[in-house]
């Protein structure tokens, strides 16, 4: 199953990308395809369209087409989202049974996640080809390509947090559990 691999790096290390593409993995990309996160938290949904000191930009090497089509990716997946999660709002609101009776809010919570859960299936087995998830003391970085996610691993492999050390000896291995 293709999942996203995930690779820890400890926050605040500047991250060395192989000099390929991210996406189809051509030698000595032109562009670079730019992704920025902000820290996860509640806050983040608030304040996402601030410039923070608690936001991490990445440049990833890939080809001037490979780039424009991630973020064509990624802007057709914030708008899928945004459909999904309103058309599971209301239709969870109109099926609700006579207001908030006591199954009321079990049929509302089933049925929005019937509504969600092919996107969850969909995000789960088709993951962006390059993406990161800012935490509290380490940045993930995660890859679709299992051999752009190996060369990320011996590039970076000071830096990787010390629980994920032991872990990447089965990424660069190969193994593919």
């Not at 973020?71 to 049974?97: C, D, E, G, H, T």
């Not at 049925?111 to 088709?126: D, S």
């Amino acid at each position: 199953m293709p999942l996203s691999i995930d690779i820890p790096l400890r926050l605040g290390c500047e991250p060395r990308f192989p000099p390929m593409c991210v996406r189809c993995g051509a030698l000595s990309p032109d562009s670079f395809y730019t992704r920025s996160v902000a820290r996860n938290g509640w806050a983040q949904f608030l304040f996402w369209w601030h410039p923070s000191k608690h936001k991490l930009i990445a440049n990833a090497p890939a080809c001037h087409q490979c780039a424009r089509a991630m973020r064509f990716s990624r802007i057709l997946r914030y708008v899928v989202q945004l459909v999904v999660f309103s058309a599971a709002a209301i239709v969870a609101i109109k099926l609700m049974p006579g207001g908030w009776k006591p199954y009321g809010k079990l049929v509302m919570v089933v049925t929005g996640f019937m509504c969600v859960a092919p996107l969850m299936a969909y995000e789960i087995i088709r993951p962006a080809w390059f993406d990161i998830t800012l935490a509290s003391k380490y940045v993930d970085y995660e890859f679709r390509d299992r051999v752009y996610a190996r060369l990320f691993v011996l590039a970076n492999f000071e830096s990787l947090t010390p629980e994920f050390k032991a872990e990447s000896a089965r990424i660069v291995e190969g193994d593919p559990s």
